[in-house]
C-alpha cells in the first residue's frame, strides 16, 4: 500500500460524507416543507367544512 492510499482513501470519504450531507438536507427540508403544506391544506379544508354553504352548489 503506497503513501497516496493515506491520502485518497480519506479524501473520498470526505467526498463522500459532504455530498451525503448536502443530498439527506435536501431531502429532509423538502419533506418538511412538504408537511407544512399537507398541515396547512389540512387546517383550509378544517376551516371550509365548517362555514354555512360550504361544498354546496
Known amino acids: 500500500m503506497t503513501s497516496a492510499h493515506f ?3 480519506p ?3 470526505l467526498v463522500g460524507i459532504v455530498i451525503g450531507w448536502i443530498l ?3 431531502a429532509a427540508r423538502d ?3 412538504m ?3 399537507r398541515r396547512e391544506e389540512r387546517a ?4 371550509s367544512g365548517r362555514s354555512p354553504g ?4
Not at 360550504?54 to 352548489?57: D, F, I, K, L, T
Open 24 to 26: 439527506g438536507s435536501r
Open 44 to 47: 383550509n379544508r378544517a376551516v
Open 54 to 57: 360550504a361544498g354546496r352548489g
Open 31 to 33: 419533506a418538511y416543507a
Open 7 to 9: 491520502i485518497f482513501i
Open 35 to 37: 408537511e407544512l403544506n
Open 11 to 13: 479524501s473520498v470519504l
